[in-house]
């Protein structure tokens, strides 16, 4: 079992930046590659993918959405996932989920078996 924590979520204006951190704990963690993506869902509308990232080899998967605005990384000393938002809008406006699977990422969130909280990211225009 994984257990995941978010944090770094806020109010930030338009064109400015946050950093997402998603703490990862659990037995036999980095034994077995895994998966590690971000999230997202505003009101009223469903739980879309943001990026992902491989644990062992650092692949990365991006939504057309975010591609050259957000960068999603791992750091295995820590056991920590970031996801670093530049030049936010918005409609970036959301909670954001950390998520978890084993093996390849997916793109859909019923792929995942663990869950954060969620943090709030509010952009103002």
């Known amino acids: 079992q994984v257990q995941l924590v978010e944090s770094g979520g806020g109010l930030v204006q338009a064109g400015g930046s946050l950093r997402l951190s998603c703490a990862v704990s659990?037995?036999?963690?980095?034994?077995?590659?895994?998966?590690l993506a971000w999230f997202r869902q505003a009101p009223g509308k469903e739980r879309e993918f943001v990026a992902a990232?491989?644990?062992?080899?650092?692949?990365?998967n991006y939504a057309d959405s975010v591609k050259g605005r957000f960068t999603i990384s791992r750091d295995h000393a820590k056991n920590m996932v970031y996801l670093q938002m530049n030049s936010l809008k918005p409609e970036d406006t959301a909670v954001y989920y950390c998520?978890?699977?084993?093996?390849?990422?997916?793109?859909?969130?019923?792929?995942?078996?663990?869950w954060g909280q969620g943090t709030q990211v509010t952009v103002s225009s």
């Open positions: 990232i491989s644990w062992h080899g650092g692949t990365t």
């Open positions: 998520a978890r699977r084993g093996g390849t990422f997916g793109l859909r969130s019923q792929e995942y078996d663990s």
């Open positions: 659990g037995r036999a963690l980095g034994v077995y590659d895994m998966a």
